[in-house]
């Protein structure tokens, strides 16, 4: 079977891009839905990086009362512009407080929701937004 000049070309491409670009996690993968929880913390990095941006917060473990650091782990920085954040909608020293849910892997990191940053609430995923 004869190949296209077109369908050569696109063959030699896709060869040459990473697997771990062609490939996405899903939500439930990572995050388990049932496993909710509400933290308040100061934000001590932010991580505004493809594929997801992340922030960091030193915040209170409820299972051991220690403070740790949580990964909160949100959507692109493409998606995050489109809901009208900027590279200063969070920064370090901020207080913000949010429900979350955790990793299934029981790590320290979680995929945040209802974000309330210095008092002021901030859409964070398109599914949040025309909420009161």
């Not at 030699?12 to 496993?35: K, W």
């Not at 849910?101 to 599914?127: E, F, K, T």
Request: net charge positive; with cysteine.
């Amino acid at each position: 079977m004869k190949m296209s000049a077109f369908s050569l070309l696109f063959a030699s491409i896709l060869c040459t891009i990473p697997c771990s670009t062609l490939a996405h996690h899903s939500i439930s993968a990572e995050f388990d839905g049932s496993r909710r929880i509400v933290l308040s913390g100061t934000i001590t990095k932010v991580e505004w990086t493809n594929p997801h941006t992340f922030f960091f917060v030193d915040a209170k473990d409820p299972r051991t009362g220690h403070i740790v650091s949580w990964a909160c782990e949100l959507g692109s920085p493409n998606m995050l512009s489109t809901l009208g954040w900027t590279r200063a909608t969070l920064k370090v020293g901020m207080m913000v407080t949010f429900s979350g849910v955790l990793a299934r892997d029981g790590s320290y990191r979680l995929m945040p929701r209802n974000i309330v940053v210095d008092g002021n609430r901030i859409v964070a995923w398109p599914s949040e937004q025309n909420r009161p």
